[in-house]
């Protein structure tokens, strides 16, 4: 009944940047939080960040200074602006939010890959 799906993965040389975008669709009455989490090879799925309806936003320790969370509230999107990637930011990179259709339920998107590398 719900959507998301991700877009704007790719692959960029160090120290550069990528934005990652997220759309929701479906039977959607509201959705709480939203956020991007990653998950690099070998490793377990981690938080980037998440944002509130009304813009309080978390990010991981990691990726503090370096990148940025936004959501467009009447749109149901949610982006994630990182500048000075590194190759430890490879990973794929997740959107997930709670949304209430008939109730409140969490949801993923299917993923897509950030690549750094030279």
């Known amino acids: 009944q719900v959507q998301l799906v991700e877009s704007g993965g790719g692959l960029v040389q160090p120290g550069g940047s990528l934005r990652l975008s997220c759309a929701a669709s479906?039977?959607?009455?509201?959705?709480?939080?939203m956020g991007w989490y990653r998950r690099a090879p070998g490793k377990q799925r981690e938080l980037v960040a998440t944002?509130?309806?009304?813009?309080?936003?978390n990010y991981a320790d990691s990726m503090k200074g370096r990148c940025t969370i936004s959501r467009d509230n009447a749109k149901n999107t949610v982006s994630l602006q990182m500048n000075n990637l590194q190759p430890e930011d490879t990973a794929v990179y997740y959107c997930n939010a709670d949304v209430r259709v008939y109730s409140w339920l969490n949801y993923w998107g299917q993923g897509t890959q950030v690549t750094v590398s030279s």
């Open positions: 479906g039977r959607i009455r509201s959705i709480n939080t």
């Open positions: 944002i509130t309806p009304d813009g309080n936003t």
